[in-house]
């Protein structure tokens, strides 16, 4: 099971070729189960240019399967765990939101599918983190 990441949304809608959206594209195609989060689709639709840019996408965005944090609390406290592991390392993570996707992917045992180098660096302090 995947987590798509905004930043591959974005590339996908953007019609750019990484390996990041070839590898959504796979998983389109041979269709394998994913989703997103609530900060997913709410990240995507801040994007838009247009309110009939924004009904249609929310539609669409609202047929995928959503993935939440399993308790309300502790959910965030980890995500904020990581950001702490993380500066404490001396590792500089741009975004908090990251770190509470990351924390949803680990906890649904989720591959993180993205082109967000914060992840990569989040990777380096929770290796159970998994992601592509």
Request: with cysteine; glycine share 4%.
């Amino acid at each position: 099971m995947y987590l798509i990441d905004t930043s591959i949304w974005i590339d996908y809608f953007r019609k750019k070729e990484n390996s990041g959206v070839k590898f959504f594209v796979k998983i389109l195609e041979q269709k394998w189960p994913y989703g997103i989060t609530g900060l997913i689709y709410q990240e995507i639709l801040q994007g838009v240019s247009s309110q009939k840019d924004f009904e249609q996408l929310s539609m669409y965005l609202e047929t995928q399967k959503f993935y939440h944090p399993k308790d309300p609390i502790i959910s965030y406290q980890a995500a904020a765990q990581k950001y702490f592991l993380c500066r404490k390392k001396g590792i500089t993570i741009r975004s908090t939101v990251d770190c509470f996707i990351a924390q949803i992917a680990i906890e649904h045992n989720l591959c993180l599918v993205h082109n967000d180098r914060d992840y990569s660096l989040i990777k380096k302090v929770c290796p159970e983190l998994n992601c592509l």
